[in-house]
């Protein structure tokens, strides 16, 4: 039972050592799926327990990407979502939650107005600075798509 325990904290620790810096991309990418910081937070919260549940069977080359799609998973669901639609705009709000001054949208307004799979792959390059290849194993779609 004490080597239960033990390799639990183990993996526990891995994974902190490993979701943890991630932590303010999959924010960043919850905000643009999600439109709300409140429902942002909700996603990333409930990503990172389905990620830690699932870390003992991770085995890929980079967490970034898997916990972000797993982001993508809980936000769709969230949103009763199919794949390449999205929720409506979010008000004209800054990302600050300060009225933008009209005539001068944020980039976050403009990657809303998007359809959903541009957006996300703009957000994903552009706002968390992913590669090609992240975004398409985010995404599920063809790194040559992506490009």
Partial sequence: MMRNA????????????????????????????MRTPADAEQAVQ??????LRQFDGFRGPAVRPWLLAILKAVCQEKLGEKPGRRGTPADAAGTNGTPAPRGTPTIQQLIDELPAPLGEVIALREVIDLSYKEIAEVTGVPVTTVM
């Fill in 46 to 51: 409930e990503c990172y327990q389905r990620a």
């Fill in 6 to 33: 033990e390799a639990g904290n183990k993996t526990a620790q891995q994974f902190r050592d490993a979701a943890l810096p991630c932590l303010d991309d999959a924010y960043a990418f919850a905000q643009v799926l």
